[in-house]
C-alpha cells in the first residue's frame, strides 16, 4: 500500500513540473512576445521620425561657383524606407493582437488557436526580414554609393539620418530574431507533444 500511494505521489510530482514547465514556456513567450512588440514599435518610430535637412553645394559647370541648395533626407523619399516602416509597424500591432491572443488561449484545449499565432508568427518573420533587408540595401547604396551607375553615397551628407536607419535596421533586427526565436519555440512544443 506504502508503495502504490509512493508511484501515486511520483506521478503527481510529474504531472506539477509539467504544468509548471507550461506556465513557465508560457510567461516566456509573453515576455518574448512584447519586447518584440516594443523593439518593432521602436524601429518604426526611430525610421518614421528621421529627417535631416543640409545645405550641399551642388556644381553645374566646373567653371562656375557651386550653387547652394537646401536638402532634406525623409524615410519616404525611398520606398525600402517606406516599406521598412510599415512592415515593422504591422508587426508591432500583430505583437499587440498576438499577445491578446495567447492570454486568451492560456487555458484552452483547441489548438487551432495556437496553430493560427505560429503561422502569423511565420509570416511576421518574412515580412521583417524582407523589410530589413530592403532597408539594409539601400543603407548600404547610402554609405558606398555604387560607382558602376554612377549614383554617390549621400551619407558623408546625410550622417545623422543614416545614422538613425543603422540603428533603425539593428533594433528591427533584434525583433525578428525574437520572432524567430517565438516560431523555434513552439516547434519544439509540438516536438515535445509527440
Not at 510530482?13 to 509573453?30: A, H, I, S
Not at 514599435?41 to 566646373?62: M, N, R, W
Not at 483547441?110 to 493560427?116: H, M, R
Not at 543614416?162 to 512544443?189: K, Y
Amino acid at each position: 500500500m506504502e508503495q502504490i500511494n509512493r508511484v501515486v505521489g511520483d506521478e503527481e510530482k510529474e504531472r506539477d513540473v509539467g504544468v509548471e514547465m507550461k506556465r513557465k514556456v508560457r510567461y516566456t513567450d509573453l515576455f518574448i512576445r512584447l519586447i518584440a512588440l516594443i523593439l518593432s514599435l521602436a524601429a518604426a518610430i526611430i525610421l518614421g521620425l528621421d529627417k535631416q535637412t543640409k545645405v550641399v553645394p551642388i556644381t553645374l559647370v566646373s567653371t562656375l561657383p557651386p550653387i547652394k541648395v537646401l536638402a532634406t533626407a525623409k524615410y519616404h523619399y525611398l520606398s525600402a524606407f517606406t516599406y521598412f516602416v510599415v512592415a515593422n509597424a504591422i508587426a508591432c500591432s500583430y505583437g499587440a493582437v498576438s499577445l491578446v491572443l495567447t492570454l486568451a488561449n492560456k487555458g484552452s484545449k483547441n489548438g487551432g488557436l495556437a496553430k493560427a499565432i505560429i503561422m502569423l508568427d511565420l509570416i511576421m518573420v518574412a515580412v521583417l526580414a524582407s523589410a530589413i533587408g530592403a532597408a539594409a540595401a539601400v543603407g548600404h547604396i547610402g554609405h558606398q554609393g555604387n560607382k558602376h551607375v554612377r549614383w554617390n553615397k549621400v551619407c558623408n551628407v546625410f550622417g545623422r539620418f543614416c545614422n538613425q536607419v543603422i540603428v533603425a535596421v539593428g533594433v528591427s533586427l533584434l525583433g525578428l530574431l525574437l520572432f524567430i526565436f517565438l516560431v523555434m519555440l513552439a516547434v519544439l512544443n509540438v516536438h515535445k507533444k509527440h
